[in-house]
């Protein structure tokens, strides 16, 4: 039997965004098995934001400094 972490957050969604403690550094963790739903389009996102510094008000919501409120909505 297989066992291992599952990386997923407390409230299903994934942490999308900057650290505050390390310059630079761009999170996109917590997806587990959505990674591959949430990948591409992610993907598209995250490079206007690294190329245009564009702001997206949906990956604000998935800060890693949000509050872990509430359950996963999928379960």
């Not at 206007?48 to 990956?59: A, F, N, S, T």
Request: net charge negative.
């Amino acid at each position: 039997m297989p066992v291992g972490m599952y990386p997923m957050t407390p409230d299903g969604q994934p942490i999308v965004g900057y650290a505050r403690e390390a310059e630079n550094l761009l999170l996109a963790v917590g997806m587990c098995g959505q990674g591959f739903m949430l990948g591409s389009g992610l993907g598209k996102i995250l490079s206007e934001v690294i190329v245009d510094g564009k702001r997206d008000p949906i990956l604000e919501q998935l800060t890693l400094y949000r509050k872990f409120e509430g359950m996963e909505m999928l379960k």
